[in-house]
């Protein structure tokens, strides 16, 4: 395996030399079929053909509506390939959203699933720039020619490719624009501290519509020349059978994923040994998720941070010692500042913004200069995102700055308090946020799904946290839910929760339709 630095290199100049260096090496493994380098590379060129055709040209947008498959591999390449920016759409966007973006990005092409597409064709009328819809079930793209009869244009680092477009839980989704200099250099980063043996077998069981299945998995594993096995969703037994399975090196998922993994009926009997890095990321890990993790399968999982704009903190194995709870240290060429509201610099120990300078920084977003502006202001991408740093170097996160609590003075961070809950053992979600109070500006309240069979009431909850977090800091109140409302990543949706904290009148009769 090698780490390609080539001045000018872009991402699919990485497929093609992979394609020459190991042509008959599995590059993607999906259920029962697998393409390697050498195929993956001449079906790509044939894609990219196919869109020239259809009178495609570098700098235009190409939206894909793809669930998990090769199909949206292949699509992402082929755009790069002819230099056409690549807007891969969330499969879990409702209409509108998915109107909305295409929109915004001013796609002329619309490439996905029939089932997918469906609600867009019936739409059509409102889609004025978008010129086509192609329908790419499985398959599809085998029936296009076998020979490239066109010249492929030369494409630059620099050059646009991929807008991805946020959840937007507090606005409209914003375009988060990635170049193929900034998206190479993310690889890179991942690839000089992780080495590139852990992608020898990457398992993507993450959307690749999102940012860390696509970059961090993806791109990372196609640079370092290794296999990646895709699975069509997450599905907590699937993803344990195919680490066994298949021998994988490299996997991760967010909190709601390796909570399911945790769960799923007969978790300790899979084999996870071929597993060096297991990462797990998309909003802080509860220290008890990670502790029942290590104990039930004997894999550390190693906490990542980050977001659409930019991946910039791991805690992986060759950065030394690890810091149980921390989210580890800036890696790559990524440096951090932690910042006050005037950018001044904190001290160690003080909590501060997240300031992160790096070659794989956004580009800014698309059609959006005041939002650009007021990221990157100061020359580095301002995450919103609050940690310290303690004497060592190592970051802890402390929360979000619009999601900290402030109760009579005091600022609470809501995972803290997350944290506590999950270690009852009838817990299964938490997602805790401030609720209005003229006395004290904020009170903590807790909204808990229980696991199935469970029982527990508020106050055996409030006893627990009591007995292990400050006074001030524990939940004044706690409503049970069934389960609690999660974005398009997964993530419990506090902002979700905040708004039903506002508005509601009687807490714990109030629900989530």
Same mark, same amino acid.
């Given at each position: 395996m090698r780490l390609f630095k080539g001045v000018g290199m872009t991402l699919h100049a990485v497929l093609h030399e992979n394609a020459k260096a190991f042509p008959d090496r599995t590059w993607l493994r999906y259920e029962s079929a697998q393409w390697s380098y050498a195929d993956g590379d001449m079906i790509t060129s044939r894609i990219a053909a196919w869109l020239m055709g259809l009178g495609i040209r570098a700098g235009d947008r190409v939206a894909l509506l793809f669930t998990n498959c090769p199909e949206l591999v292949f699509c992402y390449f082929a755009c790069f390939k002819i230099g056409a920016v690549a807007v891969p759409l969330n499969t879990r966007f409702r209409t509108t959203e998915l109107i909305y973006a295409i929109n915004h990005s001013g796609a002329v092409l619309l490439v996905g699933q029939h089932d997918l597409c469906a609600p867009l064709l019936e739409a059509r009328a409102q889609l004025p720039h978008l010129a086509e819809i192609a329908i790419a079930d499985t398959g599809t793209f085998a029936t296009l020619p076998c020979e490239v009869v066109v010249e492929l244009p030369m494409v630059g680092e620099s050059q646009l490719a991929v807008l991805m477009y946020t959840s937007g839980t507090t606005a409209k989704p914003k375009g988060v624009m990635h170049s193929h200099g900034t998206?190479? =250099?993310? @690889? %890179?980063? #991942?690839?000089? $501290? &992780?080495g590139t043996i852990v992608y020898a077998q990457t398992l993507v069981s993450l959307p690749l519509c999102h940012m860390a299945a696509f970059s961090i998995f993806l791109l990372s594993a196609t640079e370092a020349g290794g296999t990646v096995t895709i699975? +069509?969703? #997450? %599905? +907590?037994?699937? $993803? &344990? =059978? @195919?680490?066994? %399975?298949? =021998?994988i090196t490299y996997a991760g998922g967010m909190p709601v994923m390796i909570n399911a993994m945790i769960n799923c009926p007969d978790a300790g009997t899979y084999d996870l040994s071929s597993l060096r890095v297991f990462v797990g990321g998309g909003d802080c890990v509860p220290l008890e998720l990670q502790n029942r993790f290590r104990e039930l399968f004997g894999v550390v999982v190693d906490e990542l941070c980050g977001m659409t704009e930019v991946i910039y903190c791991n805690q992986p194995l060759n950065l030394g010692e690890r810091r149980p709870g921390s989210i580890g240290k800036p890696f790559g060429d990524v440096r951090i500042r932690l910042e006050d509201a005037d950018g001044n610099e904190v001290a160690v120990g003080e909590v501060g913004e997240i300031v992160v300078h790096s070659g794989a920084v956004t580009l800014g977003y698309w059609n959006d200069p005041e939002n650009t502006k007021a990221a990157l202001k100061r020359g580095g991408m301002h995450t919103g995102d609050l940690a310290w740093r303690d004497a060592d170097g190592f970051l802890w996160f402390a929360g979000r700055s619009k999601e900290i609590i402030i109760r009579g003075g005091s600022n609470i961070s809501p995972g803290e308090v997350e944290d506590v809950l999950y270690t009852h053992p009838a817990v299964d979600e938490v997602g805790v946020v401030g609720v209005p109070c003229t006395e004290l500006g904020q009170r903590v309240r807790a909204y808990v799904a229980l696991k199935p069979g469970a029982r527990a009431t508020d106050k055996d909850l409030m006893d627990w946290a009591a007995r292990k977090i400050a006074a001030y800091k524990v939940p004044e109140s706690i409503v049970f839910l069934a389960t609690l409302p999660k974005g398009s990543t997964g993530k419990v949706l506090r902002t979700a929760l905040r708004d039903h904290a506002s508005n509601e009148r009687n807490p714990k009769q109030s629900s989530f339709a």
């Open positions: 998206l190479k =250099r993310q @690889s %890179e980063n #991942f690839l000089a $501290v &992780l699975l +069509p969703r #997450f %599905e +907590p037994g699937a $993803v &344990l =059978r @195919s680490i066994g %399975e298949n =021998r």
